[in-house]
């Protein structure tokens, strides 16, 4: 299989604050600017905000995650414990929007992880993931993390 990275294109109601969150606060390096538009590498992988402040999602619709409310339109990234930590971290702060702030979710699985949901200030909800084995977020039965 060759390499690849994702590509998600999605819409922001301000691009001067989506350069503070992505840029600024996750500290993703800035790509190609074009007119209306923003790319991001995040994370490894490829992100570009739209300003499109009328086809924005925002928090409108259902919640997913029990206690958690998770808009169940967001995106994110699935990221080592100490990655996990130093972007908690200074999403506090450089003063983030917490949707979800940190806790443990999936406690004594193979799943376990720390999560956290961010507002990017533009209308999208960010999700993270912190586990101690990234593979991990793929198990299914506590056994099939010692089958990968």
């Known amino acids: 299989m060759s390499a690849t990275i994702f590509h998600f294109s999605f819409a922001v109601s301000d691009l001067d604050q989506a350069r503070k969150f992505y840029g600024e606060i996750l500290q993703c390096p800035e790509g190609r600017k074009l007119k209306g538009r923003v790319d991001y590498n995040f994370f490894g992988h490829h992100i ?83 586990l101690t084995d990234i593979a991990n977020v793929y198990a299914v039965k506590e056994n099939e993390a010692a089958m990968a």
């Open 48 to 130: 570009v905000a739209h300003l499109a402040p009328d086809d924005v999602v925002g928090d409108k619709g259902r919640k997913i995650g029990g206690a958690l409310l998770t808009p169940l339109r967001h995106f994110g990234v699935v990221m080592t414990l100490e990655d996990f930590q130093k972007t908690a971290a200074r999403a506090e702060q450089l003063g983030a929007t917490w949707i979800n702030k940190p806790s443990i979710t999936q406690p004594g699985t193979v799943r376990e992880q720390m999560l956290m949901t961010l507002s990017d200030g533009c209308g999208n909800a960010i999700e993270f993931k912190g």
